[in-house]
């Protein structure tokens, strides 16, 4: 579901609105559970000062998507609009001030799932029940339970929903959300990917990569069918709580190569057209769960003119991208 304002809204609002809109669904149907969105952008309420690159989203309409049906806005009876742009020229976007409207209600009736951060000790073990009480905000039911309620406590405690609303179900399934710390750690991990322009540092590389790594995958050209189809295999294989390491030539990449799990290229080869940039770079940008910026480290021998030459049209290339650039000098 898309939404659409008539000026820009703060990421805030925006998904305070879209929370109120979750939970008011949750209410009317409980089977939907939490796991009934695949996501919300903006993903959230602030990037660091520092940060320039928000989320990465993928825009409806997409051409190729589009022709088997997907990527499309759709009407009640889910068939696409036959005519896409008139139907989105004709849609009235939402003001601020209606938002904002709706936000303040919501937060007022207590209308938007929130999910506590977990209480944590300094060597990491989750102590959920050690959460300080909202007492501004308690969770008040709406309606009156059953008389009788059966719980059972197992691995999880379970409660039996005959006689429950949806409006109380979902309530239960607010008060019992908190963020895992685990996942968010996992999230958190870092998929590099090193270019180089020579097999002979690819050998390098990977041989001092080794015992560092878990996943160290080398990608080259020349590979036939069936080896290239074992890598994508292996790189699919892995889990997201395992590192891994990709390293390839720049001519592999270039060919049409795509992981959405990549957030940070290691740019060990001098090139100076944006475009080529532009492609390398572009691999990070990738949609994938948890992925919320990206980081390019380009390495430039500063006393090789040609060198600072070509990397001075790399900043301006990453400029136009949206990315910030902090220089770290050292000798080798």
């Not at 050998?203 to 001092?208: A, M, V």
């Not at 892995?238 to 290691?266: H, K, M, N």
């Not at 021998?301 to 991208?321: E, N, S």
Request: charged content about 25%; cysteine-free.
């Amino acid at each position: 579901m898309w939404i659409f304002f008539n000026k820009p809204v703060p990421a805030r609002t925006a998904r305070m609105l879209g929370s109120s809109l979750l939970t008011l669904t949750l209410e009317k149907r409980h089977q939907l559970g939490l796991d009934s969105y695949d996501r919300m952008f903006p993903n959230q309420d602030t990037l660091p000062k520092e940060k320039k690159l928000g989320n990465l989203i993928a825009l409806p309409l997409q051409r190729l998507p589009g022709k088997e049906g997907n990527a499309l806005f759709v009407d009640k009876h889910y068939e696409p609009y036959k005519d896409q742009w008139v139907f989105l020229s004709s849609l009235r976007k939402m003001t601020l001030s209606e938002v904002e409207a709706i936000v303040r209600e919501a937060e007022r009736k207590g209308d938007v799932i929130r999910i506590a951060k977990s209480a944590m000790e300094e060597e990491g073990e989750i102590k959920p029940w050690n959460l300080p009480m909202d007492k501004k905000k308690p969770l008040l039911l709406k309606e009156p339970l059953p008389s009788y309620m059966k719980f059972v406590l197992s691995n999880m405690l379970y409660v039996d929903k005959v006689g429950l609303s949806s409006s109380q179900i979902n309530q239960f399934i607010r008060m019992a959300a908190f963020q895992n710390p685990e996942f968010y750690k996992a999230q958190s991990m870092r998929s590099p990917i090193l270019l180089t322009d020579r097999t002979s540092h690819l050998e390098y590389f990977e041989s001092k990569l080794q015992g560092f790594a878990k996943n160290v995958i080398v990608l080259r050209g020349g590979m036939g069918k069936k080896q290239w189809k074992a890598i994508q295999e292996q790189i699919r294989s892995i889990p997201g709580d395992q590192e891994r390491v990709l390293l390839a030539t720049g001519r592999f990449i270039g060919e049409g190569f795509d992981d959405a799990r990549l957030d940070t290229l290691f740019l060990v080869m001098p090139i100076s057209w944006k475009g080529t940039l532009q492609q390398y770079a572009g691999r990070l940008h990738r949609l994938y769960e948890g992925k919320h910026e990206v980081q390019v480290y380009d390495y430039v021998d500063i006393q090789v003119p040609t060198f600072m030459r070509m990397y001075k049209k790399r900043l301006k290339g990453y400029h136009a991208m949206g990315y910030s650039e902090q220089a770290i000098t050292f000798q080798v």
